[in-house]
């Protein structure tokens, strides 16, 4: 925001425009009743289901193609782009007429067990069902909480000091609700109803230390529904053997012709014994969703986000998942990231950095994402076998069994998390160490790699482990090592000032600035080294420094769409079941989650989030959201207020602002705010006579006021 914020106020003045346009032309391209359709992603997904040979993915290929206008006409209709006005249930159903289509043209290219696993497939559940009904958030009844009151905001104060201070008398400290208000919103998700009341009843300090202890808060409210969804709780071999596609079917082994003397033979031999029954064939496993874990994995984080207690560990949660980002896309990472995040990120989060370190660098979705399963000494051998034994074929030596499959990809040196280790996870690019040094790191990782499926366990493999002496950053390693050499490496770099400097500064952008002052991000690098890198103590340092509190950095950052979308959740008490609809959402915002392709993870510059395409998206959300047209997610619009305060302007205003944003909104938005509302409300007809129709006008009313101020600049700021 530091960098450009002309641009960035500029962008976000437009929506005081761009909002309003929107709801009354009815542009609405919020509705988005039908799955993402990927032609690709369906070729890949039927070709490993069912095995397609390349002359069966050829074929598939051409029906697609022939139904592509078919498709692409019922997704524009699902984004809302006038044609024959269907119904969100009858695009549903076109969209399935297509999908079995499809399928009914490919049959006659299958063999009879491909056409039963695709039968299959056709019968598998929608993909938009979700295992958990819409979570209801405890609201507190009456909606404004006692004590609720509209926060001033620090431009006003500025203002209102600048009238009687000297032109350089240094800004006001923030109030202690504007201090629990930026907490809030840096060190969470942002408040709930009634969440500034309760902070402001217990302290700050007394909320910090809660939340810095997330394993003393009870969250049963969102753990127990969480408990629904299996593949959260299943292991790595469990989610193969559920959801991966069937190995490939064997092929038949030709009979061979016998000749004529041989043919009665064996038919004489064949009538006199007694003919055994026909088994009956084993029918196919039924295919499950091989998306579903990620789609439950997305489905868990976000729910987590909006209704768990332990904020501050959700932030620190989706912080480092970021920092040491996997890409859920990548083959076989599908099945590792659950536990990926399960075992490795989240017990870490807030503990030591060179455990969450070294938890990374055993990971296997890690190993995979960036290559380094493949990774082995040059002149690497497989290990040597004892003579033959009597009775028996050669043994290989114990725990040192070759692996089930040999790689596919030309074996070797694989240098690319040795050097995103250095670069991305610990020192930066900036950070000291050159490209020998890279050679080096990734010599001490060779052998780290993963087990055959269906387990893709962590396995070290000493026959492919570089036992040659090594030189990273000017330390030596010893000849003769094994996986010590990669664990060497771990506490070296965990330990390197210049990973103190950088993930205090990257923890700085985080909760106080794009661009964070240097004094800061010296003191938060002394307590990392000085704690042996202890991330609680990290950040308490961060959460309580003056810089954090600073009216320079109050506002500031731009909202990324996980948190755009769970604080619009948590601000207006929605019920919502968090999953595929309203995923959705967060791939058109820019920010889906688990699948940031490149290593770096999404930057943590939140300037990055907003431009004119992503603005658009936003506003969209905002008016789907509140006029309910996000399937298993519903606002209460009409809950905020009653008939009496619709009458008084100023008094809706206030009250909604209070509700929603906390802190007042600038003299610009207020006043471009009753300007549209007035125009909103004159085109509603009054209904003297009709209590009912007066009560959907007020609605009708309070949903556009609600629309209006979740797309305002206040609401897109933290």
Same mark, same amino acid.
């Given at each position: 925001?530091?960098?450009?914020?002309?641009?960035?106020?500029?962008?976000?003045?437009?929506?005081?425009?761009?909002?309003?346009?929107?709801?009354?032309?009815?542009?609405?391209?919020?509705?988005? $009743?039908?799955?993402?359709?990927?032609?690709?992603?369906?070729?890949?997904?039927?070709?490993?289901?069912?095995?397609?040979?390349?002359?069966?993915?050829? &074929?598939?290929?051409?029906?697609?193609?022939?139904?592509?206008?078919?498709?692409?006409?019922?997704?524009?209709?699902?984004?809302?782009?006038?044609?024959? %006005?269907?119904?969100?249930?009858?695009?549903?159903?076109?969209?399935?007429?297509?999908?079995?289509?499809?399928?009914?043209?490919?049959?006659?290219? +299958?063999?009879?067990?491909?056409?039963?696993?695709?039968?299959?497939?056709?019968?598998?559940?929608?993909?938009?069902?979700?295992?958990?009904?819409?979570?209801?958030?405890?609201?507190?009844?009456? $909606?404004?909480?006692?004590?609720?009151?509209?926060?001033?905001?620090?431009?006003?104060?500025?203002?209102? &000091?600048?009238?009687?201070?000297?032109?350089?008398?240094?800004?006001?400290?923030?109030?202690?609700?504007?201090?629990?208000?930026?907490?809030?919103?840096?060190? %969470?998700?942002?408040? &709930?109803?009634?969440?500034?009341?309760?902070?402001?009843?217990?302290?700050?300090?007394?909320?910090?230390?809660?939340?810095?202890?997330?394993?003393?808060?009870?969250?049963?409210?969102?753990?127990?529904?969480?408990?629904?969804?299996?593949?959260?709780?299943?292991?790595?071999?469990?989610?193969?053997?559920?959801?991966?596609?069937?190995?490939?079917?064997?092929?038949?082994?030709?009979?061979?012709?016998?000749?004529?003397?041989?043919?009665?033979?064996?038919?004489?031999?064949?009538?006199?014994?007694?003919?055994?029954?026909?088994?009956?064939?084993?029918?196919?496993?039924?295919?499950?969703?091989?998306?579903?874990?990620?789609?439950? +994995?997305?489905?868990?984080?976000?729910?987590?986000?909006?209704?768990?207690?332990?904020?501050?560990?959700?932030?620190?949660?989706?912080?480092?998942?970021?920092?040491?980002?996997?890409?859920?896309?990548?083959?076989?990472?599908?099945?590792?990231?659950?536990?990926?995040?399960?075992?490795?990120?989240?017990?870490?989060?807030?503990?030591?950095?060179?455990?969450?370190?070294?938890?990374?660098?055993?990971?296997?979705?890690?190993?995979?994402?960036?290559?380094?399963?493949?990774? !082995?000494?040059?002149?690497?051998?497989?290990?040597?076998?004892?003579?033959?034994?009597?009775?028996?074929?050669?043994?290989?030596?114990?725990?040192?069994? $070759?692996?089930?499959?040999?790689?596919?990809?030309?074996?070797?040196?694989?240098?690319?998390?040795?050097?995103?280790?250095?670069?991305?996870?610990?020192?930066?690019?900036?950070? %000291?160490?050159?490209?020998?040094?890279?050679?080096?790191?990734?010599?001490?990782?060779?052998?780290?790699?993963?087990?055959?499926?269906?387990?893709?366990?962590?396995?070290?493999?000493?026959?492919?482990?570089?036992?040659?002496?090594?030189?990273?950053?000017?330390?030596?390693?010893?000849?003769?090592?094994?996986?010590?050499?990669?664990?060497?490496?771990?506490?070296?770099?965990?330990?390197?000032?210049?990973?103190?400097?950088?993930?205090?500064?990257? +923890?700085?952008?985080?909760?106080?600035?794009?661009?964070?002052?240097?004094?800061?991000?010296?003191?938060?690098?002394?307590?990392?080294?000085?704690?042996?890198?202890?991330?609680?103590?990290?950040?308490?340092?961060?959460?309580?420094?003056?810089?954090?509190?600073?009216?320079?950095?109050?506002?500031?950052?731009?909202?990324?769409?996980?948190?755009?979308?769970?604080?619009?959740?948590?601000?207006?008490?929605?019920?919502?079941?968090?999953?595929?609809?309203?995923?959705?959402?967060?791939? !058109?915002?820019?920010?889906?989650?688990?699948?940031?392709?490149?290593?770096?993870?999404?930057?943590?510059?939140?300037?990055?989030?907003?431009?004119?395409?992503?603005?658009?998206?936003?506003?969209?959300?905002?008016?789907?959201?509140?006029?309910?047209?996000?399937?298993?997610?519903?606002?209460?619009?009409? !809950?905020?207020?009653?008939?009496?305060?619709?009458?008084?302007?100023?008094?809706?205003?206030?009250?909604?602002?209070?509700?929603?944003?906390?802190?007042?909104?600038?003299?610009?938005?207020?006043?471009?705010?009753? &300007?549209?509302?007035?125009?909103?409300?004159?085109?509603?007809?009054?209904?003297?006579?009709?209590?009912?129709?007066?009560?959907?006008?007020?609605?009708?009313?309070?949903?556009?006021?609600?629309?209006?101020?979740?797309?305002?600049?206040?609401?897109?700021?933290?």
């Amino acid at each position: 925001m530091a960098k450009h914020p002309s641009r960035l106020r500029a962008l976000l003045t437009l929506a005081g425009v761009l909002v309003p346009a929107l709801i009354l032309v009815g542009q609405l391209t919020a509705q988005q $009743p039908l799955p993402p359709y990927d032609e690709e992603q369906v070729v890949r997904n039927l070709t490993g289901q069912l095995q397609l040979d390349a002359q069966q993915v050829t &074929r598939l290929r051409e029906i697609l193609k022939a139904h592509r206008p078919q498709f692409e006409r019922l997704q524009e209709q699902s984004r809302g782009v006038p044609s024959n %006005g269907l119904r969100p249930e009858e695009l549903r159903a076109a969209f399935e007429r297509e999908r079995r289509a499809v399928a009914d043209e490919l049959m006659p290219a +299958l063999s009879q067990e491909q056409q039963a696993r695709l039968k299959s497939v056709l019968a598998a559940p929608p993909p938009l069902v979700s295992m958990i009904a819409p979570l209801k958030p405890r609201l507190p009844d009456p $909606p404004l909480a006692t004590g609720e009151r509209l926060i001033t905001p620090v431009r006003a104060m500025n203002t209102a &000091r600048a009238r009687h201070a000297a032109p350089s008398a240094a800004s006001p400290a923030l109030t202690e609700d504007q201090k629990i208000l930026h907490l809030l919103n840096r060190a %969470g998700f942002g408040p &709930r109803p009634g969440d500034i009341e309760r902070v402001r009843r217990i302290g700050i300090e007394r909320y910090l230390d809660e939340q810095l202890h997330p394993e003393n808060i009870a969250d049963d409210f969102i753990t127990t529904p969480l408990a629904t969804l299996g593949t959260l709780q299943q292991s790595t071999p469990e989610l193969v053997q559920a959801f991966a596609p069937p190995p490939p079917m064997p092929r038949p082994t030709p009979t061979p012709v016998p000749t004529a003397q041989k043919a009665d033979d064996a038919m004489a031999k064949e009538q006199a014994q007694p003919k055994a029954p026909t088994p009956t064939p084993t029918p196919p496993r039924p295919l499950r969703n091989p998306q579903q874990p990620v789609l439950e +994995l997305q489905q868990a984080r976000l729910l987590r986000a909006a209704f768990s207690e332990r904020q501050l560990q959700e932030v620190m949660t989706d912080f480092w998942f970021n920092h040491f980002n996997v890409f859920a896309g990548k083959d076989i990472d599908r099945w590792l990231v659950t536990s990926y995040e399960r075992d490795v990120i989240r017990p870490h989060a807030l503990g030591k950095f060179k455990d969450l370190l070294a938890a990374t660098a055993e990971s296997p979705a890690m190993l995979y994402y960036l290559d380094n399963h493949l990774s !082995r000494a040059e002149n690497a051998q497989p290990p040597r076998l004892d003579p033959p034994r009597p009775g028996g074929g050669a043994q290989p030596k114990p725990g040192n069994a $070759p692996p089930a499959q040999p790689p596919q990809r030309r074996p070797g040196l694989n240098e690319n998390y040795g050097r995103e280790l250095m670069e991305l996870h610990t020192l930066s690019v900036d950070g %000291g160490y050159t490209q020998q040094d890279v050679i080096e790191v990734a010599r001490c990782f060779t052998g780290w790699a993963i087990e055959a499926p269906p387990n893709y366990g962590f396995v070290f493999r000493p026959w492919w482990h570089d036992r040659n002496e090594k030189t990273v950053l000017g330390t030596r390693i010893p000849a003769g090592g094994g996986m010590e050499d990669g664990l060497r490496v771990i506490y070296l770099l965990a330990h390197h000032p210049s990973t103190a400097r950088f993930i205090a500064r990257k +923890l700085c952008q985080r909760f106080v600035a794009d661009d964070p002052p240097v004094a800061l991000v010296n003191r938060v690098a002394g307590v990392f080294t000085k704690t042996d890198g202890d991330i609680r103590e990290v950040v308490r340092a961060i959460l309580t420094s003056p810089e954090f509190y600073s009216p320079k950095y109050y506002q500031t950052k731009i909202k990324s769409p996980l948190e755009l979308i769970a604080s619009s959740l948590r601000a207006s008490g929605a019920n919502t079941d968090g999953y595929q609809p309203i995923l959705q959402w967060m791939a !058109r915002l820019g920010g889906p989650l688990y699948q940031c392709v490149p290593p770096t993870g999404y930057s943590e510059e939140s300037a990055r989030w907003l431009n004119t395409g992503t603005l658009l998206e936003r506003l969209n959300f905002a008016i789907a959201l509140v006029q309910n047209r996000i399937p298993g997610t519903r606002v209460d619009a009409g !809950r905020f207020l009653n008939d009496a305060m619709v009458a008084d302007q100023n008094e809706m205003l206030n009250r909604l602002i209070a509700l929603l944003v906390h802190s007042d909104v600038s003299a610009e938005t207020r006043t471009a705010l009753r &300007r549209l509302l007035g125009e909103s409300q004159g085109q509603v007809v009054p209904a003297k006579f009709d209590d009912r129709a007066a009560r959907k006008g007020t609605e009708q009313l309070m949903t556009q006021a609600v629309t209006l101020i979740l797309g305002s600049h206040e609401f897109q700021m933290k």
